[in-house]
């Protein structure tokens, strides 16, 4: 079974302090994505990586960063955490060829306090 | 990307079809049209996608019209938990080439008993 896992379900962290979500996936695809899920606002992308090392940013990377330095594993990194980065935040892998599906973690969700 | 415009809510009764529609005005002719859904407190999960023809798998039907300038998503048989929102995306590129996975807010389907 396919599979994408972020590392924690639930996150607490205080405002100012470097936060790191962690993200593998064991299908050897080429593509990560990182979103942040807000209440009417959707899924929003922060930064896709189709390589490693390298990374592309998405609609809203204000405030992150990305690490690829391995094929299976995508980090979103929050240099100085804000309250206003309090948010549930999902991973998704997907194979460039041809055309294919996304797979999503079960998300993380981070509250800054 | 071409931008996807959804009702933000529908009821369906349970056993019946529940036919979720799509606009995609500005999709262009070589673009695809992918379904996901989220149900609730996990990540989305992939349904569907097509180009021109209707399309059919194990969970869903795919209705593109003709012009390609709108779709439906058809749930034959509703079930409670069928229950969830449900995304139309038509994925744009990133300035490699790469796909880039956009999602919006979506339909939220509530299956009444």
């Known amino acids: 079974d396919v599979k994408v896992t972020q590392s924690s379900r639930y996150l607490v962290k205080r405002t100012g302090e470097k936060v790191f979500l962690e993200c593998v996936q064991d299908m050897d695809h080429e593509n990560m994505f990182w979103y942040r899920q807000d209440p009417g606002l959707g899924l929003r992308l922060i930064y896709f990586?189709?390589?490693?090392?390298?990374?592309e940013k998405g609609d809203i990377p204000e405030g992150y960063s990305v690490s690829r330095e391995k094929k299976e594993r995508f980090s979103l990194i929050l240099e100085s955490a804000s309250t206003n980065q309090t948010s549930m935040y999902l991973c998704a892998s997907s194979s460039p060829a041809g055309i294919t599906e996304a797979f999503f973690g079960q998300g993380t969700r981070l509250t800054v306090v | 990307d071409a931008k996807t415009t959804q009702p933000p809510s529908m009821d369906c009764a349970e056993g019946r079809a529940a036919n979720l529609p799509c606009n995609h005005s500005t999709i262009s002719g070589n673009e695809y049209v992918y379904w996901y859904r989220q149900i609730h407190s996990q990540g989305p999960q992939y349904i569907i996608h097509g180009l021109k023809n209707n399309e059919t798998n194990e969970m869903a039907s795919l209705i593109i019209t003709e012009d390609r300038k709108s779709s439906t998503l058809i749930l034959p048989h509703a079930t409670l938990r069928d229950t969830a929102v449900y995304y139309c995306?038509?994925?744009?590129?990133?300035?490699?080439?790469?796909?880039?996975?956009?999602f919006g807010t979506g339909t939220k389907l509530q299956v009444i008993p």
């Open positions: 990586s189709y390589d490693v090392k390298m990374k």
């Open positions: 995306i038509v994925p744009g590129l990133f300035s490699g080439g790469y796909q880039k996975v956009t």
